[in-house]
């Protein structure tokens, strides 16, 4: 894809929300509860990476001032694991509240989410697959419940560049 090509998609996929005249909440993907007895655990299946390089780091985070840079949250939860299509992650012993998570796809392995004319150049994910509307979703659009039981869900990963 050029350079020309990627900015256009950047936009269009930015502008997407308010063309459609409403919210895409309706058509976001909902968080399964699976009831167990043990200690809540969420489960996220991670798709739509574009090759197997460098690692996923994801945060979850209840602080919707910090989200979605869990790195400035001392109570985030982070997690690292190889980038594959299909895998799992799990935040385990997560105490009932309300939650988000924040990932992206570290192709090079540097640690960093790189930019290139402040867009991503790696992709990214959010809890429930929050759109994007001229920036980063709110925590309010990701966030979801965490109870008693375990929780299933996926995120996409989506590339601007």
Known sequence: MTRKAG????????????????????AIPQVQAVATGAPS?????IGGLRSNHGQIMACMTANPKTFPDCQ???AARHLTVPALNGETVQFKDVPQGRYAIALFHDENGNGRMDK?????????????DAPLVFGPPRFGAASFQVGAAQLRTAIKVRYLL
Do not use: C, T, W, Y
């Open 41 to 45: 655990s969420i489960l996220v299946e």
């Open 7 to 26: 900015l256009a998609l950047a936009a269009s996929l930015l502008a997407a929300p308010l063309i459609a005249g409403a919210p895409l909440l309706a």
């Open 72 to 74: 400035k949250d001392p």
């Open 116 to 128: 290139m004319m402040m867009l991503p150049k790696e992709g990214f994910g959010f809890s429930r």
